[in-house]
């Protein structure tokens, strides 16, 4: 099992669409849900607790999240001394990377580092600064060690190209990555009237996505060798190896739990102070016997649900977005199976070429990608 631990609802960032986003959000209620909004902000239960509650699954994974995880580093480092895990992982901004010592960042097994794409567009989103510091604190921690995966985590709105972005994140000099993630800014807050989604969707994301999964192939070509891009990654995966998906890509609410600040259980960290999403609390639930959440209708009924899983179990139950505007966010769904169900030919090929191979293909599920952007 994987289980986010929120270590801390506080950041020390302002990004345009967190931070941004809930002030222009402040007055939209939940209706129709109980949500507990005092919930400490930092982690108010025992490390034993933890270590009991991890102790009932052998393959307990961890992962540290937030608000910023690393404002916690008495709580990592406890953390990591004291609970068995099969395996660490944190989901960071990256600014505090060089506050923790080698001997505990070395220990991770994925780095999930927040990075929108190129210095502009990473600081038009997160602040002025932002991406220099972070690109400083990847390069430190490789000179130090850190031999694991580091994902950049791309968050997707419509100032991003996403082709554009993705590419330079691949092929810029400084600090390349083979690993990316992104998430489209859909669905999560009462924004939809004042944005310009639809026609951005439309006449950009999805026509640069198609193009983005042509690089992809090209690349394999080119080089003999499968970039993470993990949407990619994720449903070229399951039609390779034969898989029908049915449950979400990201493994909330039936394989990847989160835990919040007071222990409470919840399906996934969007999901904080839900209490009619409570599912139970580390001192006394089984982590392999926790109740699973399932998306729902319209989800259930659509012709892709076994690729593409219901996309997010937040925006499914409290349907922040009208169901009007949510089917665009279907269309690009639609639209990225249809543009690796496409270059499949091509992807078969250079495996019977031996150029590359299926394991080039597999990876750690539930890791903190949504395989569904």
């Known amino acids: 099992m994987f289980f986010h631990v929120m270590l801390t609802t506080e950041c020390n960032l302002q990004c345009r669409y967190c931070f941004g986003e809930a002030l222009e959000d402040f007055d939209v209620g939940f209706g129709g849900f109980d949500v507990d909004y005092s919930l400490p902000k930092r982690v108010s239960y025992s490390v034993g607790l933890l270590d009991g509650f991890c102790r009932h699954d052998a393959d307990c994974v961890l992962i540290f999240y937030g608000g910023e995880p690393l404002l916690c580093l008495d709580e990592i480092k406890r953390f990591m001394d004291n609970v068995r895990a099969k395996y660490f992982i944190v989901q960071t901004n990256g600014l505090l990377l060089d506050r ?11 780095i999930l580092v927040s990075i929108d794409g190129d210095e502009a567009l990473t600081d038009f989103y997160r602040g002025r600064g932002t991406f220099r510091k972070v690109i400083d604190n990847l390069k430190l921690i490789r000179r130090n060690g850190f031999k694991g995966e580091i994902i950049a985590r791309m968050t997707v709105m419509e100032q991003t190209d996403i082709y554009t972005q993705v590419r330079w994140l691949v092929e810029n000099k400084e600090f390349p990555f083979s690993s990316i993630h992104w998430q489209l800014n859909a669905g999560f807050w009462k924004d939809f009237e004042r944005r310009n989604f639809k026609k951005w969707s439309e006449e950009n994301y999805n026509p640069r996505i198609r193009k983005l999964v042509g690089f992809w192939v090209d690349f394999m070509e080119r080089n003999c060798a499968v970039l993470r891009l993990y949407p990619f990654l994720g449903i070229a995966n399951s039609i390779i190896f034969n898989e029908e998906e049915s449950l979400l890509r990201c493994g909330g609410g039936w ?24 599912l139970g609390h580390i001192r006394n639930v089984n982590p392999l016997r926790l109740r699973k959440i399932f998306v729902g209708e319209p989800c259930t009924k659509c012709e892709i649900f076994t690729a593409c899983g219901g996309r997010c179990l937040y925006a499914n139950v409290t349907k922040r977005w009208n169901a009007s505007a949510y089917r665009l966010v ?9 543009a690796i ?18 394991e080039d293909f597999k990876f750690m599920k539930y890791n903190g990608c949504e395989i569904i952007p």
């Open 100 to 110: 923790l010592e080698p001997e505990y960042v070395n220990r991770f097994h994925t």
């Open 255 to 278: 394989i990847n739990y989160a835990i919040q600040t007071d222990g409470h259980i919840i399906p996934c960290p969007s999901m904080w102070g839900m209490k009619n999403y409570y």
């Open 330 to 338: 279907c269309k690009t769904v639609r639209n990225l199976i249809e």
């Open 341 to 358: 169900h496409a270059e499949m030919p091509r992807i078969q090929k250079l495996i019977r070429q031996e150029k590359i191979r299926l």
